[in-house]
């Protein structure tokens, strides 16, 4: 910048144009600038202008444009035009995906409800109001991340190798992903808080009379009902068969169809809950398309009735058994379509309800028949186990705390034969073990504690959790090699218990600082029991021989509790460049491919885990390809910047070795960097699978080249 050349006749030799007087100034009156002025000679006063109070005339400046500078502008133009090509290539994927047929539980094009297909027009039976106004969401929310990673991949790629190479077409099926994951979270709500749900009445012009609903014939009801009665009982009804056998279920059902009285809201969750699941696994195993058709039909308008009945729920209803029953079946329905915060504000209010009947308490239950006893314990047993393995998968602290109950921790007698009380009990000491994984290592209160608090705890889980498995192991050891069709039911889920029991101990382990040679991050034992965890996985995918136990087990193993193991993999694939890890991220990957078509849920899973392991794949080859100060290096350190804001990146190796005098500042402050690292990554898990809550059908992971 310099100051602008005089003007001409602006020399020496030119006047030098007179300011207003200063008493014109002062009068607010205007000047004819002569000496003295016409105004002064009037009012025949002293005419002076000594520009007394005035800002001095500043001189002007212009632009000198340097090469720096039209180096700048190339650049911002090179963007523009990079941005304005990659929105043409957008248009049409946008309008593919806007035109598809309707999803598995709802049409892209349609305000998302939480469990069914609905109309734009049917309001009154949506559970959360998509037209509020958000929460707010700051730097470290999940639209922050993926517009990050959408500006990163933009600009990084142009003029690399990679794109050199002919590689393109995966860097551009990248960003449109992620620019699809941001375009939805701007626009589409997801159920993530407490104020995203409806109130009953609210936005509602009028509310909806139960019985006025359609219901599946009643013949093909009665026809279902008896093959139950004298069959096997059907996996998907495993939750219900916990508080009521067919006969009640069947006396249930009847109430509802024939109105022999008032059909209250939790009746009839009680029996759309079970026809949902009946008529699901009736699909599974439909002999015609026709008939599989007719299953699905009926599924999805139990779905629908289902959604209307908990949007109409009054959140002042009284605390009864029967009420109890339906929030936590209804809760059991929304972990089955990838809905944890739809149950885990259900379950909520079962758990307050569990303890305004002193269910919690033994005393309570003193004068109760054994039989009145067992229900009640199951029930309230059922609501724990859904509290704390929400609690886990959400990062919230539980309700029912283990302080306040006095109710033994073992499971009733259950209606069902040996071993399913002992798998039961297994369950909910295992429960109990999550809880205190989220209390003791990952709560705000326990990253306040030191390292050595968080060593000594997780030693503690780690036993207890060990004990579990090793019980869970001797059942399994007694039922692997059954014949009998029901003893290979809990041969199944025995082996599912051992994946949960490893993922939940990799969790563990997570909490512990590194002392390995292997991860500057992971422990050696969390990377161990991670990498046992996948292996396990695929040995219990291959036993899973009937879809229904496949469509179970991927619901309440991998999606329900953190699958934490993939994380862990996936993380330590962007740390070391392993190739045995990445082979173990896609061999996941293919295990889920086989039954993406037996669920939306698992369709979800797929699609986000795809992502992820083909961002791993990129980023391996990226750093393979990176010469040191050359073009790839850019990509490498903003890649490590996002993967640093969601905690996917290990703690810096400098501060990984830093050391102040031997005076112990530098552990402190080491151990500092590892606590935050460790908040940010489990904070980065709950983003990367709160995804499963949105409506994925704008990600094409498919279209990613290998």
Partial sequence: MEPEAPEAGGGPGSPIPRRACDQCRLRKIRCDKESPCSNCRSAKRSCSSTGA?????????????????????????????????????????????????????????????PLSVNSRDDTSSTVFDPEEAGDFEGNSSLAAHTVFASEFLEHAVQGTPLQQQGSSPKIDAALSSLRQIAHMHETRRTVSSFHEFRLPGLKQPSKTNLRDLPLPPMALVAEKLREMRHGPAPMMLAVLYCFIDIERFTDQCRRVYFNTDDITDARFILVISGLAYMFLEAGLGAKNPEEKAQYDTYYNMCQKNLEIALSQLNLLMPATLENIEALVTAASFSIDLSRPSLAWLLNSHASHMCRTLGLHQIHTMKDDSPQKKADKSLLFWCAYMLDKGLSLRLGRASILQDYDISLPHIAPEAKVAYPATEVMTLWIKHAQIQGRIYERLYS???????????????????????????????LFAEFENSAEAEGRMFALMLKSDEVSYLSSLALTYRAMPPAGTRSRTFSDECIDAARAAMSCHQEAMAMMDDQSLK????????????????????????????????????????????????????????????????VAQLYIEAKAQQPVDQDMVPV????????????????????????????????????????????????????????LEEDLSGINPSGWTS
């Fill in 636 to 691: 490498g350190n903003e890649f490590n910047m996002y993967l640093s804001q969601l905690g996917f990146m290990p703690v810096d190796e400098s501060m990984a070795n830093f050391d102040v005098g031997g005076d112990g500042m530098g552990d402190q402050a080491r151990s500092m960097a590892q606590t935050t690292q460790l908040g940010d990554w489990f904070s980065g898990n709950n983003y990367v699978m709160g995804l």
């Fill in 444 to 474: 705000p209160g326990a990253l306040r504690q030191a390292d050595s608090y968080r060593v000594e705890q997780v030693g503690m889980l780690a036993a207890e959790q060990k004990h579990l498995m090793a019980q869970s192991m001797e």
């Fill in 551 to 614: 469509i179970m087990y991927i619901h309440w193993t991998i999606l329900y509790a953190p699958f934490i193991p993939f994380i862990v993999i996936f993380c330590l694939v962007i740390e070391t460049s392993s190739a045995d890890d990445l082979q173990r991220l896609a061999d996941f990957v293919q295990s889920l491919e086989a039954a993406v078509d037996l669920s939306h849920s698992i369709c979800k899973l797929h699609q986000l885990c795809q992502v992820l392991y083909n």
């Fill in 53 to 113: 109070g005035q800002k001095p005339k500043e001189p002007k400046q212009r632009v000198l444009i340097s090469s720096q500078y039209e180096r700048k502008i190339d650049m911002i133009e090179e963007r523009l035009g990079g941005i304005e090509t990659l929105l043409r290539n957008l248009s049409p994927i946008s309008a593919s995906t806007s035109s598809n047929a309707e999803s598995f539980t709802r049409q892209p094009s349609d305000k998302t409800t």
